[in-house]
Each structure stands twice: as C-alpha cells, then as structure tokens.
C-alpha cells in the first residue's frame, strides 16, 4: 500500500506540473523580432538598423532596446518604453544615434569603431522576451599607395642573399585591405617565409582613428634581366556589396650591379666624315657600373673622358684604325674590346691653269684647264653663274665674244660625301672694238616734247659715246655693257631723221641711229556699233585692220553721212526742197531701211596710215 501511495503521490505531481506549463503557455503568448543580418556604410556616413518586434497577443507594454555587442559583453545605447524613445548617456554614440518610431536605430558620423554587432531586444511582459542581431560593417578607401627605395645605391647580381627591392605602404583603410607585388604587370606570389629567394615582409598598424595602414616589402635575389624589370605594387581593398577594388602605385625600376659581358663600339657620325669635322665615338659594354675603357689609334694611346671619344676639327691623318678596351674585375676573363676604321674624306684645293685672269681680243679663243685630288671619286665642273659650262675639268671658248667677258668659276665636289666642295674662279677680259646693241624706239605725245634717248655697247677699253644732236648726258656700266642716255627736245629733225649714237676707243668705231615716233592714240571706250547693230570697230579689227587715224575718219564721215540725210529727210517733210516723186518714193524707200552702211577709201587716209605705222630701219 506503502508503494501505491509513492506511485500515486508521484504521478499526481507530474500531472500538476503539466498542467502549470500548458498554462503558461496559454496565458504568455510570444515576442517575433526581425532586423537586418548586416548594414554597410562608409566612413562618415549614417547608418540605419532597421528593428520590428510583433507581440502576440498585442501588448502595449512592450519595451525596445538596442545594444551593442562587444567582447562578449552587451551595453545598451537606446531604449523605447511607454511611447518614450531615448538614447543612453556615456556611451561612445551618445548625441550620434537616434531612434525611430518603427524602432530603426540611426547612427551618424559613422566611424571605424563602431563595426559592431548591434543587438535590437523586445520585451513583452509575460509574452516573453525576443532578439535578433545586425553586424554593421565600416568601409573607407584606403589612400595610394607609395613606393620607397632601399637607401643603398645598388643590388649586386650574384650575391647569395636577398636584397631589399623597396616598400609599399597604404595609409588609412576599412577594413584591413592587403598588398600585392607585381614584376613587370605579373603578381608576385606571396611569400612569407625568409628562406626563399623571394618573399615578402608585412605589417600592419590600427591608427588611432581605427583605420588601417599597411606596409609590404619586397626581397629578392634579381638577376641580370631584371636590370629592364618594371616593379609596383597594389592596395586592394572592400567596399560595400562585395566589392573589391583596387589602386595601384607609380612603377620603379631597381638600380642593379652586374659584370660585363660584351662591348659595342660605335661611331655616332650619321654622314660620312669630311675635313673639319667634329667626329665621336662611344665605347660601351652590357655591364654596370661601367668599367675602366682606354683607347688607342693604331696602336697609339688616347686620352678620352669614360667610354665618350671626341675628335674635333679632323684632317686625313686622322683616318686610321680606333681601337676601344674596357676592363671589368669582375669578369676577367671576358673580351670587352671594339674596333672602329675611320676614313676622313678630302679634297685638295683646285688649281687652273692658267691662273691669271684672262684678256682676250673679240673674236679670239681661250682655254683653261683645272684639277684637283680627292680620297674618292669626285666632279670637277666649270660654271658661269648656274650654267654649268663643262664637266671634264677643260673649259674652251671659241671665237669670243662680249658677252662671254665675266667671272668663271671652277668647282670640284665629292657626291659620296656632301658638302665637300672646293672651288676657285677666274676672269676673262674681252677688248676689241665696241659693238652697239639694235637701240629701242623712243617714243612721245608730241612734236617738240623732252625725249630720252638710251644707247647701249659693249667694248674694251671702255668706249666713248658721241650724240649727235648732243643734249645732257649720262653714262653707267651695267655688267660688262656701258649705256648711254641723251634726253633732248623731239624737234621736227629728230622726229624725222632720229638721232645718232656713236662710240669709239682704240680699236675701232660703231653707230647706230635712234629713231623718235609719236605714241599711238589708246581708244578705251565701248566698241562702236552700226545703226543696224552690227560693231563697225573693235579692239581685234583696230589690230589686223590699220591704224588709228583710219578709224576716226571713217567714223566722223559716218557721222556726217548720217546728219545730212537726217537734213534732207527733215526738209523734204517740210517742202523746203523740191523732189520729184520718184526721189520722194526712194527717200521713202530709205525710211524703211534701217540699216545705214558706209565705207570710205581715201588716198589720203592711206597716206596717213603709211605715216602713222612708220618704223625704224635697223639698217646702217
């Protein structure tokens, strides 16, 4: 009986806690809680945790607090209770958050510190208790990053340890961003550990504003092609919707040691070298720093400053064989020697012969004869002027004339080599008795005006000029040919007979006549057109067709022809005159006819027109 009391007792004690826990439940109801898993904003920014809390049954005793999570501990920074919604004194968002009527917690001036985990509570009375978290995540770009060199002047290629290639460092990023190396635009793997060739060094310092600076530097053991290896690095980085980005650095090279190997010896004169000029050469090898170099000339030593060898001002002697040596201790065994045949390309003076100047009698032949001597094959031409006179060196004049009197000049060239010229001229005198040239026609408006007579020679000894009628005159050499000008009245004397130019000197005597005529009359008006409208004159007809006085004459007697009959038509209207009818019916007859053609012929006219186209005789 003892045991079915124990049971008993037992069993009734279970059934009442069952009962107690349905009815709670029952009577408390639950709290559901939603916020957002994770907010993102930039440094600066304002972030916004949105937070609903729904209570069932509906309560309106329910309290909202946000906390913030840190290091396992929880600190409130924001509460709501009673329709009362208010932030926490002595926290570090104390003035930056406020809170919202659906809950939203709104925090300004984000900075790094506050990455948190944000937690937003809800608190029902005997509906219970529920929470939910949001992370909010901080971003800020990190600045470019800058690159700095080793202090040490250079990194020896061969040497059994790593050598530091430069550093990289990015300021003031958020998250904590990384550094990667690149070697002529391929990422570098990185590398941590000492004991490779290549490997790199990383540190990290949080500043005090919670941002991150990083520094990366780069080891390796280079070889000799990384002397043209282009080396940068770059900061990527987070920002928010999972974006990665990325800046990069200015690229450097290093400054690398290593021995020679070879030498290149090279003349830097593009055009082949002539006398005078300024020759250089450069001596060279693939090695760094450069070595000792020394040179020589057949043979002989010269003096030059580094692998530079200038020679100024150089003659033929200067050709020969250059040689250059450089010597690199640090590869003892190599040849490091380069050789250069330098040809300086001349030319001798040119001589003629016969040197002297030359005078020779009118109608007589000269001869000259000029050579030179050249390190390649050269020209010898003679000239007057830009003519080019002869080519084989021989110039022969026969049978000279005044006008052949003048300087020639003898030039010898070298076409392989431009520039290099030589040249040397020669005169050449012409006497003889003087020769007029056929003298222009003067010309004036009038009998009786000033006229200005010219008359041109050639002759040597310079010759005398005589005017006959005389009148002032005045006499200029042009080139090898003397003019003379006379200006006078045009008397009726000249008009007809002209006047006479002579000139003389030791050898002999010549004249010309130079003959005076009056100016032709210029008609610049419209062409002139019949009455039926056919032209009677034009400028082509006044051309092939005579001479201006034909033309007035016609044109006056057409005038008059044209007045006369407008006279007798004008009196047979009026009965002044008396005509038969037959002469009525042709003047009648006449009326019809509009077109009124004239043609006149006159000895006179002709004999005018004779005159008027005079021209001078070039006979004397």
């Not at 009245?489 to 007809?496: L, V």
Request: glycine share 6%.
């Amino acid at each position: 009986m003892a045991m079915d009391g124990i049971t008993f007792g037992r069993t009734s004690l279970f059934l009442c806690t069952l009962l107690q826990l349905w009815a709670f439940q029952v009577c408390s109801g639950a709290v559901t809680v939603n916020v957002a898993p994770k907010v993102e904003v930039l440094k600066g920014g304002t972030a916004q945790l949105p937070c609903t809390a729904s209570v069932t049954p509906e309560s309106n005793n329910t309290v909202v607090e946000w906390y913030i999570e840190e290091h396992g501990t929880r600190k409130r920074v924001a509460f709501s209770q009673g329709g009362e919604r208010t932030s926490d004194v002595d926290t570090t968002m104390t003035a930056r958050v406020t809170f919202g009527d659906d809950f939203t917690l709104t925090i300004s001036s984000v900075q790094p510190s506050d990455e948190l985990v944000f937690v937003c509570q809800a608190s029902a009375g005997l509906a219970g208790v529920g929470e939910g978290s949001t992370m909010l995540k901080v971003f800020f770009a990190p600045e470019k990053p800058e690159i700095t060199k080793p202090s040490s002047q250079a990194i020896s290629v061969g040497v059994t340890t790593s050598s530091e290639i430069g550093s990289c460092m990015s300021m003031n990023g958020h998250p904590q961003p990384r550094i990667i190396w690149f070697k002529d635009d391929q990422p570098l793997p990185e590398v941590k550990d000492r004991t490779e060739k290549t490997y790199m060094k990383s540190s990290v310092v949080k500043e005090a504003s919670g941002l991150y600076t990083i520094k990366s530097t780069l080891y390796m053991q280079p070889k000799k092609p990384d002397k043209d290896s282009v080396f940068q690095c770059m900061v990527e980085y987070s920002m928010p919707e999972d974006q990665n980005k990325q800046k990069k650095s200015n690229t450097f090279t290093i400054n690398l040691n290593y021995p020679s190997e070879q030498t290149t010896f090279t003349l830097l004169n593009a055009d082949p070298v002539k006398e005078g000029d300024t020759v250089t050469m450069n001596c060279a090898t693939d090695g760094n720093p450069q070595p000792e170099i020394d040179f020589t000339k057949d043979g002989s030593p010269l003096s030059a400053k580094g692998g530079l060898l200038m020679l100024k001002s150089v003659k033929r002697t200067d050709s020969g064989v250059y040689m250059c040596k450089a010597t690199d201790f640090d590869n003892l065994d190599a040849d490091l020697s380069g050789t250069i045949t330098l040809t300086v390309n001349y030319i001798d003076p040119v001589s003629v012969v016969p040197a002297q100047p030359q005078v020779v009698m009118l109608g007589d032949k000269v001869e000259w004869q000029c050579k030179t001597k050249a390190s390649a094959t050269h020209t010898v031409q003679w000239k007057k002027g830009s003519e080019v006179l002869s080519q084989d060196g021989m110039l022969s004049i026969q049978d000279v004339s005044y006008d052949k009197a003048g300087e020639y000049m003898c030039v010898g060239a070298m076409p392989s080599v431009p520039g290099l010229t030589t040249r040397t001229s020669v005169n050449l005198t012409v006497i003889g008795k003087p020769m007029i040239e056929t003298p222009a026609l003067a010309e004036v408006s009038k009998e009786g005006d000033m006229v200005t007579l010219r008359c041109a020679a050639y002759g040597s000894p310079s010759p005398q000029f005589t005017w006959k009628p005389t009148g002032k005159e005045s006499v200029a050499l042009h080139g090898n040919k003397w003019v003379s000008s006379v200006t006078l009245p045009a008397t009726a004397e000249i008009m007809n007979d002209g006047a006479t130019c002579e000139v003389s000197n030791e050898h002999g005597t010549d004249s010309k006549r130079v003959l005076v005529s009056l100016k032709r009359a210029i008609d610049n008006s419209a062409d002139r057109v019949l009455l039926s409208g056919n032209p009677v004159l034009k400028s082509a007809d006044k051309q092939q067709g005579g001479s201006s006085g034909v033309v007035i004459a016609v044109v006056v007697c057409v005038l008059l022809l044209l007045l006369l009959v407008a006279l007798i038509y004008f009196l047979n209207k009026k009965s002044k005159l008396p005509c038969s009818k037959k002469d009525k019916k042709e003047v009648a007859s006449g009326e019809v006819n509009n077109d009124i053609v004239v043609e006149m012929k006159t000895d006179k006219a002709n004999e005018e027109a004779g005159l008027l186209n005079k021209r001078p005789s070039t006979e004397q």
